[in-house]
Every structure is written in C-alpha cells, then in structure tokens.
C-alpha cells in the first residue's frame, strides 16, 4: 500500500480550521486526519506563524504533524522579521518549507540560500520540503529538466549527505502555482521521473517527491494517482476545511487502489 505525504500550505491567511463555527465539519475532518494517520499518510499543515500555537491545539492527538512555511538558515543574530529553525523545533514544529516559488521569485531566494536553509533544518531535526521547479519561459524552452537538476544539484552541494535521509522534495511549476491551472498528469510524470533519475544518480534512492501546483478536492484522485507522485503540497485548497478533506480522503483512496 502506498503511504502519501499531504501538505497544507495556508501562506498568509487564516484558515477554516481556526475560524469555523462548525463542528460536526471540524470533527469530520479530524476524524480524516486520524484515519489517515493511522493508515500511515504523513499529513502536514503550515500555518502562519502567529498561529502555528493555534493550530496544534486544534489537531492534537490526530498525530497531524506541525510545519512551517519558511526558516532562516540561523539559530540566532541581527536578521530582523525572521525565525530560525531552532526556534520551530521549540515551539513543536517538525517540518519546514523552504524555496517556495514564490519566496523565490518575492525575496529572491537563491538554490544555494535555499540549500543552506535546507542544512540548517537538517541539523535542527526538522524535515524541510524543498520545492523546485520551472517557470512557464523555462518550459516553453524546453529546459525544464535542465532546470530541476541544478536546482538539485545546488542545494545537495550544500546538504550533502543530510540530504538524504529526510527530506523531501516537491516539484512545483511555477506556472501552476496560484493559478487554478494544474500541470496535466503527462508532465507530472515526466517531472518526477527525470527528479527520481536525478536524485538516484547522486545516491538519493527512495527521496518522496510531491507534486505542488494548484492541487485541489476535483484533480487530487487524478495526480496521486501517478506512478512517482508521493503526496502533494496544497496552498488554496487547504484553506477549506471540506476541500482539505477531500484531498486526505483521495489520499487514503488512492493508497488502496
């Protein structure tokens, strides 16, 4: 049986799961995270980080693991508006994303910031989710492969050995991101494949890869379904408590097909 890894992204907004006023919804979807965890799914949620206390109140005792959106690559200094990843690993978080596109393309982060973000995780026992992937010009060109593996090569360059043994990658077309538009299942295959090739060629053997972009409750069963897809990173569609669901319960479906 499959074991997936589902992540919710919720960026800068405040989620269903702090606000709704429903709780036969709130205890369904609790009950899906249990399910899913006993079943042996990883399921993640990155909130914002003034309510990541907030959201480990809500799912304790799911076994719905604690993550964060972002990290310094720190423990400690003058880097004023940041939080190091010690920090997290104090405050209960056991996951970290780090490269998100849109940090790439907002802040500027570079592959070898994000490989050194990436180490500083490591060393602070939490898993980062490192995303890579191509922009829409980069595709058009045909170098979307070329792309994701100096991406890979740079932040392992950095890791090193770490790499290895607990993270996790998610490849996330820039293109997709936000969008509503979802790459189709050809070139998600495609993608994780040539990133598995690339990871296994510099000793990474059993890396999840997820897929990232514009996942939602109507294309989940689709995208799982993919032969090198291990989970998927879900920004908009993990704001709802009920789309949120769907996604785990496609999880749990397609893990028994």
Same mark, same amino acid.
């Given at each position: 049986?499959?074991?997936?890894?589902?992540?919710?992204?919720?960026?800068?907004?405040?989620?269903?799961?702090?606000?709704?006023?429903e #709780?036969?919804?709130?205890?369904?979807?609790?009950?899906?995270?249990?399910?899913?965890? %006993? =079943?042996? !799914?990883?399921i993640?949620?990155? #909130?914002?980080?003034?309510?990541? =206390?907030?959201?480990?109140?809500?799912v304790?005792?799911?076994?719905?693991?604690?993550?964060?959106?972002?990290?310094?690559?720190?423990?400690? $200094?003058?880097?004023?508006?940041?939080?190091? #990843?010690?920090?997290?690993?104090e405050?209960?978080?056991?996951w970290?994303?780090?490269?998100?596109s849109?940090?790439?393309?907002? /802040?500027?982060?570079?592959?070898?910031?994000?490989?050194?973000?990436?180490?500083?995780?490591?060393?602070?026992?939490?898993?980062? +989710?490192?995303?890579? *992937? =191509?922009?829409?010009?980069?595709?058009?060109? %045909?170098?979307?492969?070329?792309?994701?593996?100096? /991406?890979?090569?740079?932040?392992?360059?950095?890791?090193?050995?770490l790499?290895?043994?607990?993270?996790?990658?998610?490849?996330? #077309?820039v293109?997709?991101?936000?969008t509503?538009i979802?790459?189709?299942? =050809?070139?998600?295959?495609?993608? !994780?494949?040539?990133? &598995?090739?690339c990871?296994?060629?510099?000793?990474i053997?059993?890396?999840?890869?997820?897929?990232? $972009?514009?996942?939602?409750?109507?294309?989940?069963?689709?995208?799982?379904?993919?032969?090198?897809?291990s989970?998927?990173?879900? *920004?908009g569609?993990?704001?709802?408590?009920?789309?949120?669901?769907? +996604?785990?319960?496609s999880?749990? &479906?397609?893990?028994?097909?």
């Amino acid at each position: 049986m499959r074991h997936y890894f589902i992540v919710g992204n919720h960026k800068m907004n405040v989620s269903e799961f702090e606000n709704s006023q429903e #709780p036969e919804l709130k205890k369904r979807l609790l009950n899906t995270f249990t399910k899913a965890v %006993g =079943e042996g !799914h990883t399921i993640v949620l990155c #909130p914002t980080f003034v309510r990541m =206390e907030h959201i480990a109140d809500v799912v304790d005792g799911t076994g719905v693991a604690l993550g964060s959106q972002n990290c310094h690559w720190e423990n400690s $200094g003058a880097y004023t508006g940041e939080v190091s #990843p010690s920090m997290l690993a104090e405050m209960g978080c056991t996951w970290v994303i780090v490269g998100h596109s849109e940090r790439r393309r907002d /802040q500027c982060e570079t592959d070898e910031l994000i490989g050194k973000k990436a180490l500083a995780a490591l060393t602070n026992g939490l898993r980062p +989710i490192i995303c890579i *992937g =191509e922009s829409v010009e980069q595709r058009k060109r %045909g170098k979307t492969i070329d792309v994701i593996s100096k /991406q890979i090569d740079s932040i392992h360059s950095v890791c090193g050995r770490l790499m290895l043994d607990a993270s996790v990658i998610a490849y996330e #077309p820039v293109w997709a991101i936000g969008t509503g538009i979802s790459a189709t299942t =050809e070139q998600i295959e495609e993608a !994780h494949l040539a990133i &598995r090739k690339c990871c296994r060629e510099r000793g990474i053997l059993d890396m999840p890869i997820l897929y990232g $972009g514009s996942v939602s409750a109507d294309n989940a069963d689709e995208i799982l379904s993919c032969q090198h897809v291990s989970g998927a990173l879900v *920004g908009g569609a993990s704001l709802s408590m009920e789309y949120f669901r769907s +996604i785990v319960e496609s999880a749990i &479906r397609c893990a028994h097909a």
